[in-house]
């Protein structure tokens, strides 16, 4: 199978104001067709930078980046007509243009004839539920229709590389559900490849095949959600909820396992986060033993979000806090 993106030794470094930044480091990844990859990391880590080189934005220093097996240096044009890219959300949009000017316009830059390309726009509003908002101007829109705008902008010469940043910043809780529907549909309809940047983790959890996760510009990890997990969080919280209140060397036990317990008025509320499920055995025999009826079980496996800040903590303590912080702070 034939990737759809191949980057290879990226680097890219910035010159500004006598100081130099080496933004992107050695990243080497590819992209299948069908598949949805996102790159996470802390602020400044290059994420965007590598957005930018891949859609050539940014003029790398070295590195080789094809799309569909075309090197974006020597193909660009047929490498820009097969990439649709959402960089920097509505500023990419004609602000005193209706949605359905936009999504003309720039279907007529990728070649998409006007017949075809009224079409499409209808299509794109209809899906994005944009109709409503037709005949005003985009500066006139909400952020997270705006945001939708520059979106069905960058998809309607449907591209088979789409690429992404911070494509949820701005929309409302059903408009995430719904952008993450659609995106899923259309890649695994078109087979598209997308690659995509957020640091809404629930979103990235939700759609992505695969996960690159970069730090001060390298990659340090380049799995899927599952083998992420697996390798670095093992994890599960187990709640559990028994009739009446464990005492005596039960309560004991349990609390030499380190099992939280709660009591209420005729039922117990127990809690652990093990990786050994021996331990739950080891309770649930002793709860039945002593005549505890399980009322309910409650099971739950580490968020992305905690693998995430696991994985950067293996690199680099300091960043890990802040990221953590940030986290606690609602701020990632
Ligand atoms: N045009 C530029 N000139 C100078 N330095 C830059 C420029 N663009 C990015 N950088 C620097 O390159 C590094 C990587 O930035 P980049 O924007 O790619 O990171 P990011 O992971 O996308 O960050 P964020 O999550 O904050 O968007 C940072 O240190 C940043 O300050």
Not at 55 to 71: F, H, K, P, S, Y
Not at 85 to 99: D, K, S
Not at 222 to 251: A, C, I, M, W, Y
Request: hydrophobic share 40%.
């Amino acid at each position: 199978m034939v990737p759809v993106l191949e980057v290879a030794g990226l680097n890219k470094t910035y010159s500004s104001k006598g100081e130099t930044v080496k933004a992107v480091n050695n990243i080497s990844f590819s992209v299948n067709p069908g598949e949805i990859v996102g790159v996470l990391g802390p602020n400044g880590s290059g994420k965007t930078t590598t957005l930018k080189s891949i859609c050539g934005l940014n003029a790398m220093d070295t590195g080789l980046i094809r799309v569909n097996g075309e090197d974006i240096e020597h193909q660009q044009w047929a490498a820009m007509l097969s990439t649709g890219a959402v960089l920097e959300g509505a500023r990419n949009v004609y602000w005193r243009l209706t949605p359905q000017e936009n999504i003309v316009y720039f279907a007529g830059l990728k070649g998409v004839p006007r017949n075809e390309a009224c079409l499409r726009a209808q299509e794109l509003i209809d899906r994005l539920s944009l109709n409503k908002y037709c005949d005003q101007q985009v500066r006139m829109l909400s952020k997270g229709n705006q945001q939708k705008v520059a979106i069905a902008c960058a998809l309607v010469h449907r591209p088979s590389l789409i690429l992404l940043d911070e494509p949820t910043l701005g929309l409302d809780v059903d408009m995430v559900r719904d952008m993450k529907d659609w995106l899923r549909q259309l890649v695994d309809t078109r087979l598209s490849a997308m690659l995509v940047t957020s640091h809404d983790m629930d979103f990235i959890e939700a759609i992505c095949d695969r996960v690159i996760i970069l730090y001060q510009g390298e990659v340090i990890s380049q799995n899927s959600v599952e083998e992420l997990r697996r390798q670095f969080s093992p994890q599960k919280t187990f709640d559990l909820q028994v009739q009446g209140h464990p005492s005596g060397s039960v309560k004991a036990d349990l609390e030499t396992s380190q099992w939280s317990i709660e009591e209420n008025a005729t039922s117990s509320r127990l809690t652990l986060r093990t990786g050994d499920l021996d331990t739950l055995s080891l309770a649930l025999a002793s709860l039945e033993q002593s005549g505890h009826r399980l009322i309910d079980i409650n099971v739950t496996s580490d968020a992305l979000e905690d693998i995430f800040i696991h994985t950067i903590k293996r690199t680099s303590s300091p960043a890990a806090e802040s990221i953590s912080q940030a986290s606690a702070g609602g701020e990632q």
